[in-house]
């Protein structure tokens, strides 16, 4: 079987991500980030879902690219807003992120001689983050063609966004379609200590959106005087 590592958060995309791949016949190598975020019980969640999707293994890398701060996932002295439509790029966006999850992806794909990597990257719902376009795909798919022994070998990396012109609707539908349980992700940025969703950041108000849309009853547990 060909090896492919998925980015995995825990949450629907990734989730939706890695279900796609493991269809498609590749041994799955879940890798996550703790990298001091908001919502870091997005982390015990991926380790429950790697486990119950049968992913090869599973790696969780502490990266504290939180210390820069910058974001209201990663400064408590930023509040995380309310959903609002808007051109701007949202203080929601890590500075570098998927820059430097697909870097360590990219070393631990190379050192397994794994060629394919998975990404859930979205460009329908989050066209702001600069991070989340084709051409930044496309991008770093051309570096990863120049900047690796294996690629000097002969081997080309593709790195895989199933997801990037997909409506969340589109995406749990495939999910749904795949037998994902999205009762067990997590999106929202900002659970309360019982682990129920806020119901009104950005992430909330797409995955209810979705949901909506997919006409399919959304599992996720809101706060009552939130959602």
Known sequence: MKKAVILFSGGLDSTTCLALAKA??????ALSFDYSQRHASE???????AKKMGA??????????????????????????????????PVTYVPGRNTVFLAVALSF?????AYDIFIGANAVDYSQYPDCR????????????????????????K???????LT??????????LGVDYGLTVSCYQLDETGAACGHCDSCTFRKKGFK?????????YQSTKA
């Open 24 to 29: 498609e016949g590749f041994l799955c190598y």
């Open 109 to 113: 794909a190379e050192s397994i001689s």
């Open 168 to 177: 969340k609707a589109e995406i749990i539908q495939k999910g749904m379609a």
């Open 213 to 221: 849309e997919a006409l399919i009853q959304d599992p996720t547990r």
């Open 159 to 165: 790195i895989h966004a199933p997801l990037l012109h």
């Open 56 to 89: 090869k293994e599973h790696r969780v890398v502490k990266l504290d690219i939180g210390q820069f701060g910058a974001s209201a996932l990663t400064d408590q002295q930023i509040a995380v807003p309310t959903y609002t439509e808007s051109t701007d790029i």
């Open 134 to 157: 084709p051409a930044f795909i496309n991008a770093f798919e051309a570096l990863a063609a120049v900047g690796t022994k294996a690629a000097t070998l002969g081997h080309s990396f």
């Open 43 to 49: 982390i015990h969640a991926a380790r429950l879902i």
